[in-house]
């Protein structure tokens, strides 16, 4: 690369990395630089994201181009969780959006962007900032300050960190991340700068993201909230999660935060509060699709394809006598999401209806969830009362945030492996079992009845 190389690191967020062939390795996140008392900062590495959402720190003696839309690397990538170091800032999470006074008097101005270049030695030097002046007193509401590009230098102390820093521009580097790497990014910086971003995050933005972070990370961030934000975000939870995140607050701060929320959604998660954490009533959630046996297959396939229903969600639909809203009327079925593929649109989904189908109560342990789960290759259950009302439905991705240790997300894959070694012998012979099954079923003579279904222990 020539001594002219100037990069804005802005732009580099979510850029590919890939190795010498022409494989990707993963996705540029942010920059790691050396902010020092005398000198330019020093850049000295990437972040990158490789499959699996671990993030991993790639030198930059080991790139050999940045181009527009691709980073390419020598190919070798430690595999080894990035962790920052104490004389480390990363740009994207740290040094956009800090203000900063400008050494020549003429005020504060906030950075948007920070440009390195590679100098002849082959180091790469933090040289600009792409700056913005603040807005001048009685100027319209929405008009923004003036921008100008400066060098390093020009500004005083990069270390110190302003009272009120923003995050605009770092969301906006990041605005097409999905909701869990975004947690992912929040989850590595310090609790100070975590409760920023929080703050510039909209309600429905900030609870899926909130939905993703580790528990302690959840209470910290929301306890930083105002209480009416906070009733606010709860909202714009999944009810099943709000539920788990009061569970983690004092008593007295979750009832506040319960007494500010809509009595609608304020019901929902008290009925969930009131069954034990690890069992089907403390992992379900209230809000599946659910539908009349009249409605047609038209509708039911409107309702699954809604972008904010997750994939567990949107595989069945639930099948209810009035009222649709749970604790539902009597529990008819379920509709699979590939037998509605298969039927015509005007059908009614109880053309359809599955049932047969296996189901829960609510003190159903967390072991009897996984184990029909897993034998009947489910993403999702029912929860039924004694009157065979729904109460909600619990997924496969509720048990594994469950059954997973706590800190999984900030866990290595040999951790995460070890585990799933430990559970392998039980899953071969749950597997065995069926095989098992299957075989005595093909010896027997065909009866000429109807079957019945097999019964399952729902205690």
Do not use: C
Not at 21 to 39: M, W, Y
Not at 96 to 113: F, H, P
Not at 280 to 288: C, K, N, Q, Y
């Amino acid at each position: 690369m020539s001594a002219s190389t100037r990069v804005f690191v802005a732009r580099l967020a979510g850029t590919p990395v890939f190795d010498p062939i022409g494989d990707q390795v993963g996705r540029v996140r942010d920059v790691v630089v050396l902010v020092r008392a005398k000198g330019a900062p020093r850049a000295v590495g990437l972040v990158v994201e490789v499959p699996g959402r671990r993030r991993v720190f790639l030198p930059l003696t080991r790139v050999t181009s940045i181009d527009v839309g691709q980073v390419i690397s020598t190919g070798l990538v430690n595999m080894r969780r990035f962790e920052q170091r104490a004389m480390e800032s990363v740009v994207l999470g740290e040094l956009l959006d800090r203000r900063v006074q400008l050494k020549d008097g003429s005020g504060e101005v906030t950075i948007e962007d920070v440009s390195i270049a590679q100098q002849r030695t082959g180091d790469w030097l933090v040289d600009q900032l792409f700056v913005r002046r603040r807005s001048a007193r009685g100027a319209a509401p929405f008009r923004r300050g003036s921008t100008l590009t400066v060098p390093v230098d020009a500004v005083q102390d990069l270390t110190a960190r302003s009272a009120e820093q923003g995050a605009a521009r770092l969301l906006e580097a990041y605005e097409d991340m999905r909701a869990a790497d975004l947690a992912d990014v929040i989850h590595e910086l310090g609790s100070a700068r975590r409760l920023e971003i929080a703050g510039a995050l909209n309600d429905e933005r900030l609870a899926d993201v909130l939905e993703e972070l580790p528990e302690d990370a959840q209470v910290a961030i929301l306890s930083g909230l105002d209480r009416d934000r906070a009733a606010d975000v709860l909202e714009a939870m999944e009810p099943d999660d709000a539920a788990d995140l009061l569970n983690e607050l004092p008593q007295e701060q979750a009832a506040q935060l319960l007494n500010l929320m809509e009595p609608e959604e304020a019901a929902d998660v008290r009925r969930l509060l009131e069954y034990a954490e690890d069992t089907a009533g403390g992992l379900m959630t209230t809000e599946p699709v659910i539908l009349g046996a009249d409605d047609t297959i038209a509708t039911a396939l409107a309702q699954i394809r809604r972008a904010e229903l997750p994939p567990a969600l949107a595989s069945m639909v639930f099948v209810v006598r009035p009222p649709l809203e749970t604790p539902t009327g009597r529990f008819l079925g379920v509709a699979h999401f590939q037998r509605l593929l298969r039927e015509p649109p005007h059908a009614a989904v109880a053309s359809v209806l599955d049932a047969e189908t296996e189901w829960l109560t609510h003190d159903a342990s967390v072991g009897q969830v996984t184990r029909l789960l897993a034998a009947y290759d489910l993403l999702a259950l029912p929860v039924l009362d004694a009157q065979r009302r729904l109460l909600g439905v619990v997924t496969v991705d509720d048990v594994l945030d469950h059954i997973l240790p706590d800190d999984w997300r900030g866990s290595d894959d040999e951790r995460l492996e070890a585990i799933a070694a430990q559970a392998a012998p039980s899953a071969r012979r749950e597997s065995a079992r069926r095989e098992s099954l299957r075989h005595e079923s093909a010896r027997q003579e065909p009866t000429g009845q109807e079957p019945t279904g097999q019964e399952v222990n729902r205690g």
